[in-house]
Nanobody, 125 residues
Framework: VQLQASGGGLVLSGESLRLSCVMS????????WGWFRQAPGKEREFVAA????????AYANSVKGRFIISRSAAKNTMYLQMNRLQPDDTALYYC???????????????????WGQGTQVTVSS
């Protein structure tokens, strides 16, 4: 199973970006998909997650109200709409997926089995 993240770039503070993550295989209905990010010199942190089956979402407090996670079953694709971006959002963004899971949406990095290669988001003030 491979995940391919895309959509990163350089934007100004207050602007928006949309990240995409395509999975090479049809996901299990019980998968969670998530976005994580890692800023220079910091540990990777949870951003947002969505339960594939029912679309239930979870967000980190730092992005709640600004970021929206969604998925397209027809395209095996997950999205992260990032609005009102701030310099603190600058990081390498990774998409990830769990295996089949009863719980979710999962928010812990250790629960994710499959990882994409990351896409860089840089927000300039």
């Amino acid at each position: 199973v491979q995940l391919q993240a895309s959509g990163g770039g350089l934007v100004l503070s207050g602007e928006s970006l949309r990240l995409s993550c395509v999975m090479s295989e049809r996901p299990f209905a019980s998968n969670s998909w998530g976005w994580f990010r890692q800023a220079p010199g910091k540990e990777r942190e949870f951003v947002a997650a969505i339960k594939w089956r029912n679309g239930v979402t979870a967000y980190a407090n730092s992005v709640k109200g600004r970021f929206i996670i969604s998925r397209s079953a027809a395209k095996n694709t997950m999205y992260l709409q990032m609005n009102r971006l701030q310099p603190d959002d600058t990081a390498l963004y990774y998409c990830a997926a769990t295996g089949p899971a009863e719980s979710g949406p999962n928010v812990r990095e250790s629960e994710y089995r499959y990882w994409g290669q990351g896409t860089q988001v840089t927000v300039s003030s």
